[in-house]
């Protein structure tokens, strides 16, 4: 299963972007889908995530801001980013987990895309 995450770009301080993550195959081959971010010089961290099942975390920094969110039928998972700011500056990248029965998870990276936030 292959991820493709779109919808980055540059958006003015306050303003808002919707992330995409498209699965090639069911999104339900994964136990949870999130997004991180690496901005530069940092390491990547997790912004969101949201189970099969529908349950949401999120980083702190961005509770109140972001959304997550699925639609199974499109076996797409969404970030819709509000109130934006420098900080939230990164290279956004789509991650699907699986857990297989011995609870050993494997990683599924998509491509990354580029959130910037300046005027």
């Known amino acids: 299963v292959q991820l493709q995450a779109s919808g980055g770009g540059l958006v003015q301080p306050g303003g808002s972007l919707r992330l995409s993550c498209a699965a090639s195959g069911s999104i339900f081959r994964f136990n949870a889908v999130g997004w991180y971010r690496q901005a530069p010089g940092k390491q990547r961290e997790l912004v969101a995530a949201?189970?099969?099942?529908?349950?949401?975390n999120y980083a702190d920094s961005v509770k109140g801001r972001f959304t997550i969110s699925r639609d199974n039928a499109k076996n797409t998972v969404y970030l819709q980013m509000n109130s934006l700011k420098p900080e939230d500056t990164a290279v956004y990248y789509c991650n699907g987990k699986r857990i297989n029965l011995d609870g050993i998870p494997t990683d599924y990276w998509g491509q990354g895309t580029l959130v910037t936030v300046s005027s």
């Open positions: 949201i189970s099969s099942g529908g349950s949401t």
